[in-house]
């Protein structure tokens, strides 16, 4: 049996996958829309990961976002913002980053997970926590 938090974790890891790709569309520069890339792959991989252990308990895997999701609408006013520019968009991937780590960290406080999701959301957490980093860096490189 899944628990929610695991279940929510990769429903906000599949809401971020969504974003990437969306701010990879929407990037004007091509070093930008390169570094996306790449680090949209990685998230997909994340995303794979998660869903294969979805799987393994006999769940539904996520395949779509979760509309009412705050990490969404923050995913959503990524992409608007590239409309304004890569700067702007920079500081949302930023904030974006921030947001799902902070979630996966907060998960691996708490006791709600079982052992074997617990031990791969450590595992995710090593991606996440790039992908954090690479927010913080593109926000300054943006600035």
Known sequence: MTSTVFKSLTDTTFDSVEGY????EKAKSAQLKQALQQRLDKRQQTLGTLNAQLE???DELVTKGTVTGDLHRMWTDITDL???GDEAAAERVEEGEDYIKGKFEKALEGDDLEADERALVQQCLAEISEGERFGDMIEKQYD
Do not use: D, L
């Not at 790709?21 to 990879?24: L, P, S």
């Open 21 to 24: 790709r969306k701010a990879h």
């Open 56 to 58: 393994r308990q006999g």
């Open 82 to 84: 590239f409309e304004n």
